[in-house]
RNA sequence: GUGGCUGUAGCUCAGUUGGUUAGAGCGCCUGGUUGUGGUCCAGGAGGUCGUGGGUUCAAAUCCCAUCAGCCACCCCA
């Protein structure tokens, strides 16, 4: 292994895979925005405690996938805080519920939070799936109506639309039902699959035990055909988780946000209940996925907070970038160039000038004049302004349209409102 | 974590049954213009053949290990 490599996973974001990123998470965050959501940030790590509660102990991320430290300084401190471990987060939720709690802002409900940020999972790197990685997201705190659940869906699926992937992305939704109806369900599950366990995969006999509704969304072939005659969600589901469920639907359909209802779509977190969605795309091999999240309503309590209802997703922004038509353009400079020592300090004045007027200006940094257009050029430059002898002398600037090559004498005084005319 | 495929110049890739100084296109640099970019022409630089071992007179080529990427599984954004 080289160490100039980057660490298996990672990546670097270079300016242009960095424009794609930049608009990704620009995008969201202008039109969570408009929905009311405000952006925070949490810590990129927290106690191990917080994910491990959260997640549920038998979560594949908390089980395999965590990157968790020792935070002592090595010293042998006896404080308590030095003898804990922490991790990076290794997704947001669990870290604004833990933030709604101990920063108080349980006054605050409805919460509507707006984040963006990396996130670490400790999993075999594939396309669209690395160790370090980059989420959006939104969490809408406090409010138990279904009504929650259709803004939020409707904001995710408001940002697919200004990024251009409307056509790119199916939305999947299904409900998981209340507590109660989910226990029902999960007991009836087992006791089907329990009958049928020598068909059973042997990784959907590991799931028997650790989150059977998994067995739902096995690919195994074999597994498929007891699903087909497994019990169905629906006959399980009360009433209230009924009613819940049909509110969504109804507030999607009010929307005009097309759905498919997949009642194969399951949550490998523990928090979730009532609604699941996923946006997913066939454009991205295995990793379907591209936004995902739903309804989690015992999270905070879970985390010894008081009972307090939310829902949420999260979207990769590497899975989105990747998704995004065309590469985004870096803004087109205006290039000054001095042809001379003397016009050297003219030419530094106008470009700090014109900056502040609010133009992107670059600087050619050494060369002659043909160097220094080619660099122009280069740099995709919508124009050149040329300062030598006969320029200074007349107060002035020869303006070069290199899209056009055409130029014309400009004096400094008009200058920038004769640029602002340039398309 | 499991299985498979791949790794040659900055990028995309050739490289014959193992056989001299490892090639192409694009990109980069210089010149064709001491105040004019792109196109064109001429020339040039650039490679530990992922890394480390092994086999052989001889390894980019065969073998082993290792690292990384990709694909599928697991799981997930």
Redesign the pocket.
């Known amino acids: 292994?080289?160490s100039?490599?980057?660490?298996?996973?990672?990546?670097d974001l270079l300016p242009e895979a960095m424009r794609r990123h930049r608009k990704v998470v620009d995008s969201s965050r202008e039109v969570a925005a408009l929905y009311g959501f405000h952006e925070m940030a949490t810590p990129i790590f927290e106690f191990t405690e917080v994910f491990k509660r959260t997640l549920g102990d038998t979560?594949?991320?908390v089980t395999?996938?965590m990157y968790t430290f020792a935070m002592g300084s090595g010293k042998g401190s006896a404080k308590d805080e030095e003898n804990a471990t922490i991790t990076l987060r290794p997704?947001n939720t669990a870290g604004v519920a833990r933030a709604f709690i101990s920063g108080g802002l349980a006054q605050q409900v409805p919460l509507k939070v707006f984040y963006a940020g990396p996130?670490f999972?400790h999993?075999?790197?594939?396309?669209?799936?690395?160790?370090q990685?980059?989420?959006i997201g939104v969490e809408l705190i406090g409010v138990p109506q279904p009504l929650a659940d259709v803004e939020v869906i409707a904001c995710g699926a408001q940002i697919l639309e200004v990024l251009g992937l409307k056509d790119a992305v199916t939305l999947e939704l299904n409900t998981l039902g209340d507590p109660d109806s989910r226990a029902a369900y999960r007991e009836a599950l087992v006791a089907y699959f329990s009958a049928h366990v020598d068909a059973l995969s042997e990784?959907s006999r590991?799931?028997l035990t650790r989150?059977p509704l998994?067995i739902l969304?096995?690919?195994?072939a074999g597994d498929r055909e007891l699903v087909a005659g497994a019990p169905l969600f629906a006959d399980y589901l009360n009433s209230e988780s009924r009613d819940f469920f049909a509110e969504v639907l109804q507030g999607l359909d009010n929307l005009g946000i097309a759905y498919t209802l997949n009642p194969r779509l399951?949550?490998?977190?523990d928090y979730y209940c009532h609604t699941a969605f996923?946006?997913t795309t066939d454009r991205?091999?295995?990793?379907?996925?591209?936004?995902?999240?739903g309804r989690y309503d015992g999270l905070i309590k879970t985390m010894g907070g008081p009972q307090t209802p939310g829902v949420g997703?999260?979207?990769?922004?590497?899975?989105l970038a990747m998704l995004l038509e065309a590469d985004i353009a870096a803004p087109r400079p205006i290039a000054v160039v001095p042809?001379?020592e003397a016009a050297q300090a003219t030419a530094l004045k106008v470009a700090q000038g014109l900056r502040h007027a609010g133009f992107v200006v670059e600087l050619g940094y050494s060369?002659?004049?043909?160097?220094r257009?080619?660099?122009?050029?280069?740099m995709n430059?919508r124009a050149?302004l040329?300062?030598?002898?006969?320029?200074l002398a007349a107060d002035s600037t020869?303006l070069?349209?290199?899209?056009?090559?055409e130029?014309e004498l400009v004096p400094l005084n008009s200058l920038a409102e004769r640029l602002s005319r340039l398309s």
């Open positions: 292994m080289s100039l490599q980057p660490v298996r996973g990672t990546h979560s594949d991320i395999k996938e997704e996130m999972r999993e075999r790197p594939q396309k669209g799936r690395q160790r990685f980059h989420q990784d590991e799931r989150n998994r969304d096995s690919k195994d399951v949550r490998g977190l996923e946006f991205l091999g295995a990793q379907s996925a591209v936004m995902a999240g997703w999260a979207s990769g922004v590497e899975r042809v001379g060369g002659n004049l043909k160097k257009l080619q660099r122009a050029n280069k430059a050149a040329l300062f030598g002898d006969e320029e020869t070069r349209d290199l899209d056009s090559g130029q």
